[in-house]
Structures are given as structure tokens and as C-alpha cells.
Nanobody
Framework: QVQLVQSGGGLVQPGGSLRLSCVAS??????????IGWFRQAPGKEREGISC????????WYEDSVKGRFTIDRDSAKNMAFLQMNDLKPEDTAVYYC??????????????????WGQGTQVTVSS
């Protein structure tokens, strides 16, 4: 049974940083073989994709509003994915989700039908 367990959310002041973690277990392949996506859902809004990393780290994508502030990466040896979030803004307040899926190495941007999802973690940016 695949599980993605998230941690690292919380309350932070504008301009602050948080690092979200996502630990995968039960995957059929090394985490390196999976595309990883990070999504968020703010109150009253639809879930949106904000970043993804292709299998074998063959490229990354960032949504415009987080580009230059957020960084996605993974530690396949530890079956972990990360989202480093810097210069956080109140509009970044949302529940954040990690997700993994087996995708073509040429593709992750725009994919939302990930097979496995984390439980979500709340990020609140407020003074």
C-alpha cells in the first residue's frame, strides 16, 4: 500500500520560509522513477498545481506565482520529496499536497491525475 506522509507546514510571517517534506512508502519502484507534483488549495478555490519534477530529475516546472521563490527536489535514497518555500506571501496560504505518479520522462507540467497523494499540510502566511 502506497503512502505519502507530509510534514513541515505551519504558521509563518510574510517573507519567511518553510520546507515541506513528503515521505513515500510502498512504492513499486525507486522514487527516482516517479514524477512528483506539489499542489495547493486555498479556501474557496480549486486545487492548483504549483510545481513538479520529472522522473530521474529530468526537469522541473513552476507556476508563475511561485517561480523564483519555491524549489522542488527529492532525495530518492530516503524516498523523500521536498518543497522549499521562500519569501512567503499571504496569498500562499493554503493546504499543500504532494503527489507522485509514473509518467513519461518528458512530462509533468499540467498533470493533475496523480496516482498517489499525501494527506495535505496547512501553510498559513500571516503577520
Amino acid at each position: 500500500q502506497v503512502q505519502l506522509v507530509q510534514s513541515g507546514g505551519g504558521l509563518v510571517q510574510p517573507g519567511g520560509s518553510l520546507r515541506l517534506s513528503c515521505v513515500a512508502s510502498g512504492l513499486g519502484y525507486d522514487l527516482d522513477e516517479y514524477a512528483i507534483g506539489w499542489f495547493r488549495q486555498a479556501p474557496g478555490k480549486e486545487r492548483e498545481g504549483i510545481s513538479c519534477i520529472k522522473k530521474e530529475d529530468r526537469g522541473t516546472w513552476y507556476e508563475d506565482s511561485v517561480k523564483g521563490r519555491f524549489t522542488i527536489d527529492r532525495d530518492s535514497a530516503k524516498n523523500m520529496a521536498f518543497l522549499q518555500m521562500n519569501d512567503l506571501k499571504p496569498e500562499d496560504t493554503a493546504v499543500y499536497y504532494c503527489a507522485v505518479d509514473l509518467l513519461s520522462a518528458l512530462y509533468c507540467e499540467g498533470h493533475s491525475g496523480y496516482s498517489y497523494w499525501g494527506q495535505g499540510t496547512q501553510v498559513t502566511v500571516s503577520s
